[in-house]
């Protein structure tokens, strides 16, 4: 299973982003989807999943209202649109396939195929 991340770049405070993931290897619409963000010395921590239909959705409150995710089973695509960009957001981002069609916790743990990972840098 291959997850191929990309979208990732530099960006002024109050911009826009689109991340894209795309999946191969494995039947993309049976599986929920799941993003995640990493900054330099931190934790990996959960940004946003989708179920298997794009029927559910979550998101942590830090992205609320921001960020959107969602899914295209027929590109085996899944995307993050991130909007009102802010510097804390820097970090590099993951997509990953979860082990399960539903949206779950949200720990690392639900989640058994990760992308390589895109770096979002937002400037002051």
């Known amino acids: 299973v291959q997850l191929q991340a990309s979208g990732g770049g530099l960006v002024q405070a109050g911009g826009s982003l689109r991340l894209s993931c795309t999946a191969s290897g494995r039947t993309f619409s049976r599986y929920a989807m799941g993003w995640f963000r990493q900054a330099p010395g931190k934790e990996r921590e959960f940004v946003a999943a989708?179920?298997?239909?794009?029927?559910?959705?979550d998101y942590t409150d830090s992205v609320k209202g921001r960020f959107t995710i969602s899914r295209d089973n027929a590109k085996n695509t899944v995307y993050l649109q991130m909007n009102s960009l802010k510097p804390e957001d820097t970090a590099i981002y993951y997509c990953?396939?979860?082990?399960?069609?539903?949206?779950?916790?949200?720990?690392?743990?639900?989640?058994?195929?990760w992308g390589q990972g895109t770096l979002v840098t937002v400037s002051s």
């Open positions: 990953a396939s979860s082990k399960f069609m539903v949206v779950g916790p949200r720990g690392t743990y639900q989640y058994d195929y």
């Open positions: 989708i179920s298997w239909n794009g029927g559910s959705t």
